[in-house]
C-alpha cells in the first residue's frame, strides 16, 4: 500500500516529442485514479513511466516516500494489467499468475497457495491448467488480473485493460475490477480513452490533453464544474453543449446571456457565486449548457430551478425510451475552438466541416435531455425551458471556466 | 441427376428448389475444377520423386539386374536384395567403401555445424531484438551484410589460416591473430567454417523472429521481475521453437549435404572425409558400379529425411496462439 506522486514529470523523446508536459498528480493510498484522454494525450506514457518501462527526462515520481525514476520495474513494487493481457502463451494459467512469485524464490507451497486464493477470487479455479489460447476474452482478462493480484503490489497500473473486450462482457468486468479494487484497497491507476469508463470507475478522474492535465477531480465535479472547455466537452454524453453569448447588465444591476436574438435572464446567486462573470459585461462568453438543463417548454418539468426559455428548431430526435435526446438549432454563434475540433474529429469528419459551416451562419445545434412525454418532431418548432442555475461559463479565448474574481 | 431435382416438386420449398438447380451445377464444376489444383500437385510430388524412389529401388536390386534393364522391371519381376548395402558398409580391402566411418564423419561436422551457431545466434538476436545498447543498428547492418561474403573467396584464405593462423607484423613486433592449429585434414575445420558462414544468416532468421514477438509480453515478465537473461530463457526461446526448428533443418540439411567446404579442407584425408567427399571418390572409382552408387546415395539421404521428418511438425504449430488478442 503506498500512495503514488507525479512532480512536475516530464516526459520529452529523443526526437524533441514532449509526451508528457510538468504533470503534477498526488494518488492517495488506496485510491482509484483514472487517467483519461483522447488517444495520444499522453496517458498511456504517464503510466509506463510510473512502471518504469519509460524514462522519466524530468521531474521526480515517487511511490510511497521512495522516489523511482530510476528503478527498474521490478524494484518498484507495482504490477501492471495491459491492454492486449499479455499473459504468457506457453505457460498455464497457473504458472501465469506465480510467474512473478516464482523469480521471486517464493517458497513452493506459500507459491501454489496464493495463487489458488487468487484464482479462487477471480473464479478462475476450473482454468488453472488451461493455456490462455483455450480460455474466452474475459477469462483472460481475469487471468491478467491474476497475475497482479498475485504479486499483493502496492500499486496496481491498468492499460485500458477493458478495451478488447465487447460491450456487455465490459461493463460486467468494469463492476468487476471496481469491486476487487475496493476490496484489496490497493492503489490503481487506471488509463482509458472511455469517458464512461472514467466516470463511472474512478474515485477521481485526471482528464489528459497533449500531454497536459486539464483537471483532476470526483467524477461529479469533473462533470458539473468542467474547468475548461475540452473537459467540458470530452465528459458527459451526450457533452456539454457549447455556445457563445454575450453578458449584459441590465439597468436594474441583473445579468442576461444574449444568445443571437433571444436573452437569458442569470439568476442574481449565480452570478454571485461566479465573482469573474461580472468582468464580462458587454462581452462574449461561452455558455455551457448540459442536455440535462434542457428540456421541453411544453411538458412540466419534474425538477424546480430558475427558468428561462430559448426557441428553435427540431432537427433531429432519438427516442431511448427513459429520455429523448433532441438535437435542436438556436440562433448563436457555435463555439469552435481547437479542442472542440479535435474531439469532433474523433469521432468524424464530417461534424467538423458541419459545426464550422454553422458558424459561418451563426447557428448553434443543442443537444437536449427531453422528458420522454415530449411529443416534439424534427422540422417543428420548439421553446426549450433553460435551468439557468445550471450554466457554465467559459473565456472566449482561454476555454478557461470563469468562476473567482477574473 | 440435376434434371431431375429441378424438376421433382415434392419438397414444400418447391419455389426455393428451383433456382438452387443451376447453382448445384455450378458447385459440380466448381468441384471439379477446385480439384484441379490438388491433381496437378499430386502430378508435380509424383514427378519429384521420381528420381528417389528409381535409386532407393535400384539400391535394393542385383548388379546384374541394375545394369540391364530399369528399376520399373521390379513391378513385374520383384527380385530384392541386401547385398548392396553389405557392400558399400564393408571395410574389406585396400579401397572399402566403408560408409559407416564416413556416416560418423558427417555426423561429427554436422552436428556441432548445427547446433552452435543456433546457440550463438539465439543470443546475438536477442540482444539485437530486445536490448537497448549504442551502436546497435550498425553492428546489425554489419553483421547481416556479411551474409554477402561469397564462400569460394575465403576458402584459401581460411586454408592459409587453418594450415599458419594469422600474424601480423607492426614496428618488427609479429602479433599472432590465429594461431597455427594445424587445422588442415580435420572436420573441425570443416565445421568451424560452417559455423562461420552459418551465423550470419542464423541471427539474421532470429532476430527477424524475436523482434516479432509481442512488445508487451516481453513489458509484462520485465514488470513481473524478469532480467534479460530470463526473459531470454523462459520467454523467448521457448516461444520460437518455429524459427530455432527451421533454421535448425536448414543449416543441418545445408552441412550434410555440403561438398565445397569438405573437400576443401578434409578432401585429402580420406579417413576425416564426410559422405558427400566419400561419395563423390567412389563414382569417380567406381563410377561403373551403379548398384553400390545408388546403396551408398541412399544412406547420405537418409538422415536429413529423418531429421526432416521428425522436427517438420514445427513448421505447422503456432505456439503464439492465445497470447495477446489480435
Not at chain 1, 192 to 215: I, N, W
Not at chain 1, 364 to 372: E, G, I, K
Not at chain 2, 72 to 80: F, Y
Not at chain 2, 137 to 157: A, D, E, I, W, Y
Request: net charge negative.
Amino acid at each position: 500500500m503506498a500512495s503514488v506522486t507525479f512532480d512536475e514529470v516530464t516526459k520529452v523523446y529523443p526526437n524533441g516529442y514532449v509526451g508528457i508536459r510538468d504533470l503534477s498528480l498526488d494518488i492517495a493510498d488506496g485510491e482509484l485514479l483514472v487517467l483519461v484522454g483522447p488517444s495520444g494525450c499522453g496517458k498511456s506514457t504517464a503510466l509506463r513511466m510510473a512502471a518504469g518501462l519509460e524514462e522519466i527526462t524530468g521531474g521526480e515520481l515517487r511511490i510511497g516516500d521512495r522516489v523511482v525514476n530510476h528503478l527498474p520495474p521490478k524494484d518498484r513494487d507495482i504490477a501492471m494489467v495491459f491492454q492486449n493481457y499479455a499473459l504468457y502463451p506457453h505457460m498455464s494459467v497457473r504458472q501465469n499468475i506465480g510467474f512473478a512469485l516464482k523469480l521471486a524464490r517464493v517458497p513452493k507451497d506459500e507459491l501454489n497457495q496464493r495463487v489458488d486464493e487468487a484464482a479462487r477470487l477471480l473464479q478462475l479455479e476450473p482454468w488453472l491448467d488451461s493455456k490462455p489460447g483455450q480460455l474466452s476474452g474475459g477469462q483472460r482478462q481475469r487471468v491478467a488480473m491474476g497475475r497482479a493480484i498475485v504479486r499483493d503490489p502496492a500499486v496496481f497500473l491498468m492499460d485500458e485493460p477493458l478495451s478488447n473486450l465487447d460491450a456487455k462482457l465490459r461493463v460486467q468486468m468494469r463492476t468487476e475490477i471496481s469491486n476487487l479494487q475496493q476490496s484489496l484497497a490497493t492503489t490503481t491507476i487506471y488509463v482509458t480513452h472511455d469517458q464512461v469508463e472514467a466516470m463511472t470507475m474512478g474515485h477521481r478522474v485526471a482528464v489528459l490533453k497533449d500531454g497536459r492535465l486539464q483537471q483532476v477531480a470526483p467524477p461529479e465535479v469533473l462533470y458539473a464544474e468542467p474547468d475548461n472547455t475540452f473537459v467540458a466537452a470530452f465528459t458527459g454524453s451526450p457533452s456539454m453543449n457549447l455556445v457563445e453569448g454575450t453578458l449584459q447588465r441590465g439597468p436594474d444591476g441583473g445579468h442576461s446571456i444574449e444568445l443571437g436574438a433571444q436573452r437569458l435572464e442569470l439568476p442574481p446567486e449565480l452570478v454571485a457565486s461566479r465573482p469573474g462573470l461580472a468582468a464580462y459585461a458587454g462581452k462574449p462568453v461561452i455558455v455551457g449548457i448540459r442536455a440535462e438543463a434542457l428540456d421541453d417548454a411544453g411538458v412540466e418539468r419534474l425538477d424546480a430551478g430558475p427558468v428561462g426559455t430559448v426557441t428553435g428548431i427540431v432537427e433531429r430526435r432519438e427516442a431511448l425510451g427513459a429520455e429523448i435526446l433532441v438535437h435542436v438549432e438556436i440562433e448563436a454563434r457555435p463555439v469552435v475552438t481547437d479542442d472542440v475540433r479535435d474531439l469532433a474529429a474523433k469521432s468524424d469528419e464530417s461534424v467538423v466541416a458541419k459545426l464550422e459551416q454553422q458558424a459561418a451562419v451563426g447557428r448553434a445545434t443543442l443537444v437536449a435531455r427531453f422528458d420522454p412525454h415530449s411529443r416534439v418532431r424534427g422540422g417543428e418548432q420548439v421553446t426549450l425551458s433553460v435551468r439557468t442555475d445550471q450554466l457554465q461559463f467559459f473565456d472566449v479565448d482561454s476555454g478557461l471556466a470563469v468562476r473567482g474574481s477574473g | 441427376m440435376t434434371a431431375t431435382t429441378s424438376t421433382t416438386p415434392s419438397s414444400p420449398s418447391g419455389n426455393a428448389a428451383q433456382p438452387s438447380a443451376p447453382r448445384r451445377t455450378r458447385r459440380g464444376l466448381y468441384g471439379v475444377l477446385s480439384a484441379v489444383p490438388t491433381g496437378v500437385l499430386w502430378f508435380l510430388v509424383a514427378l519429384w520423386s521420381l528420381p528417389t524412389m528409381g535409386m532407393l529401388v535400384s539400391s535394393f536390386r542385383e548388379e546384374r539386374a541394375v545394369k540391364r534393364t530399369g528399376w520399373w522391371t521390379v513391378v513385374t519381376d520383384p527380385q530384392l536384395t541386401l547385398d548392396n548395402y553389405r557392400a558399400v558398409f564393408s571395410t574389406q580391402g585396400t579401397d572399402a567403401p566403408d560408409l559407416w566411418q564416413h556416416f560418423w564423419n558427417s555426423v561429427a561436422i554436422t552436428v556441432p555445424a548445427t547446433i552452435i551457431p543456433i546457440a550463438f545466434a539465439a543470443f546475438a538476436a536477442y540482444a539485437f531484438a530486445w536490448m537497448e545498447f549504442p551502436g546497435r543498428r550498425t553492428l546489425f547492418v554489419v553483421v547481416v551484410g556479411l551474409l554477402v561474403v561469397p564462400l569460394q573467396l575465403s576458402l584459401v584464405p581460411l586454408l592459409q589460416l587453418y594450415t599458419g593462423g594469422a600474424h601480423l607484423t607492426v614496428f618488427g613486433e609479429t602479433l599472432t591473430l590465429f594461431p597455427d592449429l594445424d587445422l588442415n585434414g580435420t572436420p573441425t575445420a570443416v565445421w568451424l567454417t560452417h559455423i562461420a558462414f552459418g551465423l550470419p544468416l542464423a541471427i539474421f532468421l532470429l532476430h527477424n523472429y524475436f523482434a516479432a514477438l509481442p512488445k508487451d509480453l516481453i513489458e509484462a515478465a520485465r514488470i513481473d521481475g524478469a532480467d534479460h537473461l530470463t526473459i531470454f530463457w523462459r520467454m523467448v526461446l521457448p516461444l520460437s521453437v518455429p524459427a530455432l526448428a527451421a533454421f535448425a533443418i536448414f543449416q543441418f540439411l545445408w552441412v550434410w549435404n555440403d561438398y565445397l567446404v569438405a573437400v576443401t579442407f578434409v578432401g585429402g584425408a580420406r579417413d576425416n572425409a564426410p559422405l558427400t567427399v566419400r561419395l563423390a571418390s567412389l563414382s569417380g572409382g567406381r563410377g561403373q558400379d551403379w548398384h553400390l552408387l545408388t546403396a551408398a546415395a541412399f544412406v547420405s539421404i537418409a538422415l536429413p529425411l529423418a531429421v526432416f521428418f521428425s522436427l517438420q511438425r514445427y513448421f505447422v504449430r503456432g505456439l503464439l496462439a492465445g497470447s495477446v488478442k489480435g
